[in-house]
Every structure is written in C-alpha cells, then in structure tokens.
C-alpha cells in the first residue's frame, strides 16, 4: 500500500543534542514538506522541497535543517539552535492536497 | 501572500443540531481543502473544493466554494458524537508556490449529547 511514514512516533531530545525525524514515502510524490503543529494551535511550515535535491525555507525555519538526496526520503533535523523543540511534527507530501504521516512527537526532556 | 482564517475556533454543538464553520482566504487560491485531526493523530483528507460553486457532500459533512467572496464552508448536517474532531481549511496560493498550503487556525468541534 502507497503511503507515508514517519518515526519515531515518540522522541525525547536532551538540552544540546540534535534529534532527526524521519519521512519516507512511497506514492512517487515530487513534493514534501514539513510542518510544526503546537498543542491547540494550526501548523506551521518549516520546509518544503519539490524536487530532489533542492529545498526552500517555510516561515519558522531557523533551528531547523532537511535534506532531500531521495524521492522517498526528507528527513528534519531539529538542532539545538531550536530553543522550544517540544511540539507535534507532521510530514507531508504531494502537489495537489497532502497525504500526511502519523507525526512525530518531540519532547524536550 | 496567502492568509486562511477560520471561524469560529471553537465549537460546541448538541447532537442533532446544524452548524456551519466558515473559512475565508485573502487572495486567490486554486484549491480549497478541507482536513479532519483526531486528538494526538495526523490530519485525514476530507475534502477537494477544484472551482468556483463547487460542492461536496460526504455524510453529515457539506463543503462549499465561492470563490468570488473567498470564502469556504463545511456544514454539518444532525451532527453525531464522532464528528468531534478539529477541521482544517487550507488553501494554495499557486504560481510558483503550487502545492504550498497554507492552513487556517482550526475549529475544535465537541459535540454532546
């Protein structure tokens, strides 16, 4: 079955540390993104590529890098530049409407 | 640059009750989209609203297009338990930012009994 993974589903990140979150998908979609979702708020995008190899900054951005090497692949790093890491984070991916992942849900310990 | 705004927020309904959440956007969009999030779970596709008058029907749930007043509508219909959720709207600017969505704040639908 086509679709979009992400993991893990549950990540603790120490003071300090860079933690990267994991996307792949399989319905040879182009396009991808990233989007950060904060408890009883709307999602923010962090980052987005429509192509392999080639990625453009969203509007929360800083803290944060990506790579797109692979069609199926757009991993998230979150650095320790991000200083309030803890939220709900969503992949994404396709041009006309998005099928979404199941998230992953960083917490700062 | 494209702002999605939805309202209201927050909504508390009564069982077999009718309601309509609105979302407005602020310049022209290609596409409407209307998004369902479950507590702790990602965002399930509801529905595609592609041109202007556009209407989709799924159960209880009615989304609109008017492309001209820019302004979306999800109507619920003898609303049940299970349709507590929180609903998204989105558009896409197009243009070189085809397949960028830009989502409004969510309305947090709690029906009861």
């Known amino acids: 079955d086509g679709g979009i993974t992400q993991s893990p589903k549950y990540l603790f990140r120490k003071e300090g540390q860079n933690v990267t979150l994991s996307c792949e998908q399989n319905?040879?979609?182009?396009?991808m993104y990233w989007y950060r979702q904060d408890p009883g708020q709307g999602l923010r995008l962090i980052y987005y590529s429509q192509i392999v190899n080639d990625f453009q900054k969203g509007d929360i951005a800083e803290g944060y890098s990506v790579s797109r090497e692979k069609k199926e692949s757009f991993p998230l790093t979150v650095t320790s530049a991000q200083k309030n890491p803890t939220a709900f984070y969503l992949c994404a991916s396709g041009t006309y409407g998005y099928t979404f992942g199941s998230g992953t849900r960083l917490t700062v310990v | 640059e494209l702002k999605v705004e939805q309202n209201p927020l927050f909504l508390s309904m009564q069982e077999g009750k009718n309601y309509t959440i609105y979302c407005n956007y602020s310049t022209t969009s290609d596409r409407l989209y209307w998004y369902r999030q479950d507590p702790g779970k990602s965002l399930e596709s509801l529905f595609v609203l592609l041109s202007n008058g556009a209407v989709k029907q799924e159960g209880r749930l009615m989304a609109s297009l008017d492309t001209k007043a820019r302004l979306s509508t999800l109507h619920i219909t003898a609303a049940v338990h299970d349709l507590s959720a929180t609903y998204f709207c989105a558009g896409n600017a197009g243009g070189t930012s085809y397949g960028k969505l830009t989502f409004g704040q969510g309305t947090i639908l709690t029906v009861h009994p």
């Open positions: 319905l040879n979609h182009d396009a």
